[in-house]
């Protein structure tokens, strides 16, 4: 049923870091449709609706305040939602399994599955469900087994949206993608649909940027550009180890081969390794596709990408063991940075996770300091001792005998670090895991300075 002052009721079903900048965007463009955002979770929603959002994105605030209440809203009733809805864009979270058949590689489905039973129990007219968050290759096609037992005659057609902006861009990535995939069946009502969907992207986005493509080919294609973007992070990374070993440098063999157009320059950065809620996740789900069609070789190939990354991770952790003779008993350690990238609170898979846990056990104290992420650090590392938090960088830093970077966040590259240098305990180390600083500078003040892909710089003849 429409709401008579809009063309269109647009429902979206998960509120996360997904859902909420999405819509924000389309609410942005499309003043005609009116979108509602729902999520099980009242604190989340109440926070959508207040001035702190759950989630912090650059340019979010502004475009939320600019058209919440008007034809954005939050909400958590769900039911009405999808009752009101000529499209449901579905963006529940599909994490890995942590149980039973497929655990730790296979797509975790109750929640897109619940979404599904839900939106064919209370749909009251024909309706759009638009696959927006990643899932395993031919999921639509159990959506579209669980929708067509509706009792009450209504056709819902299925599309596969997937979302390929990262976090901290978000808002940037929507509005100017690089491209935006649209899966959809190739019958008349299949395409029907997809042009409703193409009629939003539409309003902002060129047409030659919007590739149209069947279901499946949508929905694997989004695991595919996730695992090659992991895959280049774990080249460079295997390149790092053999830089520190030889004397290379991994920026500049990065540079004079990133320059080949063949190859092109983004991704290439080396560092303590790549986090955060998708890479592992999708690479493990492309995995188990990959033994599910006994194509063991293609898994195992992938599988390796991501043991690479947890090498890379032990890797950093050693070099702070062995540089520091050894032992890390009851040393302080100030960690600047623990988000898994700048610009964003979330933590999730976040390499300073498994880094911290690892030097806690080696039983360093660790102080963490983070712009955004203290909160989520604190619940990361409950209850386990020696790991402290501060907001303030040089208190985290006062009487440190090492500073961990681990996050390249804007603002450790502005710090004093004279100052910083003096606090500490002697010999004073940096170990820069996302070679962010000026290491030149450190050294000559007194540092030991250590970064990934590089040769030490200590000070012992
Ligand atoms: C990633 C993809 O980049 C998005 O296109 C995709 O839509 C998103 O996953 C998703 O599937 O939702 P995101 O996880 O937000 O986005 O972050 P990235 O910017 O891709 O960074 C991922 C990790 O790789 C970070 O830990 C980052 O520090 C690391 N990284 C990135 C490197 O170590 N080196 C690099 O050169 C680039």
Known sequence: MNDSTFKKNILCIGAGYVGGPTMTVIANH??????????????????????????????????????????LFFSTDIDRGIAEADMIFVT?????????????????????????????????????????STIPVRAAETLEKILSTNPNGVRFEILSNPEFMAEGTAIQDMENPDRVLIGSMDTPEGLRARDELLAIYNRWVAPEKIITTNLWSSELSKLVANAFLAQRITSINTISAVCESTGADVTQVADAVGRDSRIGSKFLRAGVGFGGSCFRKDILSLVYLCEHYGLAEIAGFWNYVIQLNDYQM????????????????????????????????????????????????????????????????????????????EQDPYK??????????????????????????????KPAYLFDGRNHLDHDALYAMGFNVYC??????????
């Open 452 to 461: 990934v892909g590089k040769p030490d710089r200590d000070h012992f003849a």
């Open 30 to 71: 499309c003043p005609d449709y009116r979108i509602t955002v729902v999520d099980i979770s009242e604190e989340k929603i109440r926070r959508w609706n207040s001035d702190h959002l759950p989630i912090f994105e650059p340019g979010l605030k502004e475009r939320v305040d600019r058209v919440r209440g008007k034809n």
């Open 314 to 389: 032990e890797r950093f952790v050693r070099r702070i063991l062995h540089a520091m003779f050894d032992t890390l008993v009851d040393k302080k350690i100030a960690v600047f940075g623990f988000a898994f990238k700048p610009n964003t609170g979330d933590t999730r898979d976040a390499p300073s996770i498994y880094i911290c846990k690892r030097l806690l056990e080696e039983k360093a104290r660790l102080t963490v300091n983070d712009p955004h992420a203290l909160e989520n650090a604190r619940e990361d590392l409950k209850g386990l001792d020696g790991a402290g938090f």
């Open 92 to 132: 529940v979270n599909t994490p890995t399994k942590t149980f039973g058949e497929g655990m730790g590689r296979a797509v975790d489905l109750q929640f897109m599955e619940q979404t599904a039973r839900r939106i064919r129990e209370h749909a009251s007219s024909d309706t759009i469900v638009i696959e927006k």
């Open 396 to 425: 985290a830093a006062e009487g440190a005998h090492a500073i961990a970077l681990l996050t390249e966040w804007d603002c450790y590259r502005d710090l004093d670090y004279r100052r910083i240098f003096e606090s500490m305990e």
